[in-house]
């Protein structure tokens, strides 16, 4: 899981002397200066192909949330992004289906008791975004102000899964908005997510994520981790 008090760019200490600023001022400073990533046509030997499918073993930071197994099939594969087919827990319905560009976005698909969040899963279909800082295409918010998000770039890592060993590149995603709620306690205004892609898996192999009300308290504290899956 994300620990908030290592996270880069933003240390703990940091984040609570920046608060009083408020999470829109935070997002202006970094966020200011990202720009999105250009448009990019799908890399057919990158990409995964229609059939194409991965399983993740969900966990949340809270006891009374039960794991969840969450699937994923590839369902198209076209000049205009990946689409996907979300079930959960091994069922055929409901689904969910969404499709990705090649840009850096976060993404919520609502179930019955649970938010599945992706981030950009299939960004190594377009080719390696390569180093920087880009701005990221948030999800609407349910209530209040927008949310703004910036991804960086950090590095190729080795990670060990149920799945198996793989290379894979981190991102880190660093988003927020300006506070006008009522309940500085419940209402959301920080997220942290990181993911981790592997060119051999054609997808993310791991994806942590957290969000934070103004007083710094989590509020979603998630992990998805690649439990199997099959390419072509």
């Not at 992004?81 to 959960?88: H, S």
């Not at 899964?161 to 988003?175: C, E, P």
Request: some cysteine.
């Amino acid at each position: 899981m994300i620990d908030p008090a290592r996270y880069d760019p933003v240390s703990l200490p940091r984040r609570r002397a920046v608060a009083a600023l408020g999470a829109g001022t935070l997002g202006a400073l970094l966020g200011g200066c990202a720009a999105a990533l250009p448009p990019r046509p799908v890399d057919r030997a990158r990409a995964p192909r229609v059939g194409d499918t991965w399983r993740y073993a969900y966990r949340s930071g809270w006891r009374q949330d039960a794991p969840r197994m969450v699937d994923y099939a590839i369902v198209s594969v076209t000049d205009q992004g990946i689409g996907d087919r979300l079930t959960l827990d091994g069922a055929a319905s409901p689904s969910a289906d969404h499709l990705f560009g090649s840009g850096f976005a976060l993404v919520e698909r609502p179930f019955p008791g649970l938010v599945v969040r992706d981030f950009s899963p299939y960004l190594e279909a377009f080719g390696p975004p390569g180093p920087g800082t880009f701005a990221v295409a948030m999800p609407p918010a349910q209530f209040g102000t927008a949310w703004s998000g910036t991804a960086r770039v950090v590095g190729t890592e080795q990670v060990i899964t149920a799945a198996g060993r793989f290379a894979a590149t981190r991102v880190q995603l660093d988003g927020s908005r300006p506070f006008v709620g009522m309940d500085d306690a419940a209402d959301p205004v920080r997220i942290f997510a990181t993911a981790w892609y592997a060119p051999a898996v054609k997808r993310i192999i791991k994806l942590d994520f957290l969000s934070q009300a103004q007083r710094l308290n989590p509020l979603a504290r998630d992990h998805y981790e690649l439990a199997s899956y099959r390419v072509a």
